[in-house]
């Protein structure tokens, strides 16, 4: 009896054009993240110069054409095949699923991952590129067998692999330093939706709070366990990707932070001299100003821009998904 094995596969895709000082231009489904299917002829398409000879290279393979009257171009590239004893199960990449036993796979970067298991029988495994009038590119390796026997195995999967012994023992220190130090919020108020205070600061990044569309109503204000050294405060804002929230910070009715939050990938941080305080007062003062969310996932999904408020873009709202209030590490 022989046990399964995984092999992780990768594979280099890259799409490149001919003669630098053409006018060429692949068509916009083609560039960093797109999708090639497996076992299906891939068309690629795209303008330049008319009569320009515009070449296609798929991994060591290469394609050309002229370009007719109108400038446009159009070849297909190779399908992805895998023979011998190995199943296919699919890719390693974001998508539905992680794009389990997909075969349609995202290309990140140039390079794809798939992963094919053996079967019981071991061999030699080849993954394929190929198309008509093109030479083939593949990988191949060699699945070996697991010897069993009353069904266990004396063969341990790191078995053969080398150590490393050159960086010396595991360091007695922590191999990070603690910059901050995170302070308790108690409680907090608000001019509105005094209901749903709580979750913005319940550590859930599926709930929020936000004011009613007034600039007057639009603040938070936590209150501390007791008084701290307050020197950050980071803010998960609703629409982080796309939106600018115009804001200032007090600690204590002294003005900390006074500016605009800057978009970002989730959290904005903001640090200022160190004020102690209990009370941390966060306002919205002028109306909130947004940009298109126009960035797709590899599978089309639009970016995450935060949880939908249905609020038909309201300018005078403030919108928190969680906040959390810092002070410096002695």
């Keep these: 009896m022989k046990m399964i ?83 296919w199960r699919g890719g ?47 990988g191949s390796f060699t699945s070996a067998p697991f010897i069993v026997k009353d069904r266990l195995s004396d063969q341990m999967p790191a078995d053969g692999l080398k150590s490393r012994l050159d960086r010396g023992p595991t360091p007695n220190q922590p191999s990070y330093i603690v910059s901050r130090i995170p302070l308790t919020i108690v409680k907090a108020t608000t001019g509105s939706n005094e209901d749903k205070v709580a979750l913005s600061y319940d550590d859930n990044e599926t709930t929020y709070w936000a004011s009613e569309e007034a600039t007057s109503k639009a603040w938070i204000q936590y209150e501390l366990d007791k008084d701290s050294p307050v020197s950050e405060v980071t803010l998960k ?32 941080t903001f640090t200022f001299p160190v004020i102690t305080g209990r009370r941390v ?33 309201a300018k005078g709202k403030l919108s928190i998904i969680e906040a959390e209030i810092y002070q410096k590490a002695e």
């Design 5 to 87: 094995k995984y092999f992780a596969v990768p594979i280099l895709l890259s799409l490149l054009t001919g003669n630098i000082f053409a006018n060429v231009k692949l068509a916009s489904p083609f560039g960093d993240h797109m999708v090639l299917q497996r076992n299906k002829t891939v068309p690629v398409w795209g303008t330049a110069s008319p009569g320009e000879k515009v070449t296609i290279t798929f991994n060591t393979q290469k394609k050309s054409i002229v370009t007719g009257a109108d400038g446009t171009c159009r070849v297909n590239l190779s399908k992805l095949n895998l023979e011998g004893s190995a199943e």
């Design 92 to 138: 390693i990449a974001q998508g539905p699923d992680n794009c389990i036993l997909s075969k349609d796979l995202p290309v990140e970067c140039g390079v794809n991952r798939v992963l094919v298991r053996s079967s019981v029988v071991a061999g030699n495994i080849i993954v394929k590129a190929s198309e008509d009038g093109l030479k083939d590119g593949s």
């Design 281 to 313: 007062k966060i306002q919205l003062t002028e109306g909130v100003s947004t940009n298109e969310n126009t960035r797709v996932e590899v599978n089309g999904k639009s970016l995450d821009d935060g949880i939908n408020q249905n609020d038909g873009g």
């Design 237 to 268: 804002l609703n629409g982080f990707r796309t939106k600018s929230y115009p804001i200032r910070i007090s600690v204590n009715d002294k003005v900390a932070f006074d500016g605009v939050s800057t978009r970002s990938l989730g959290y904005c």
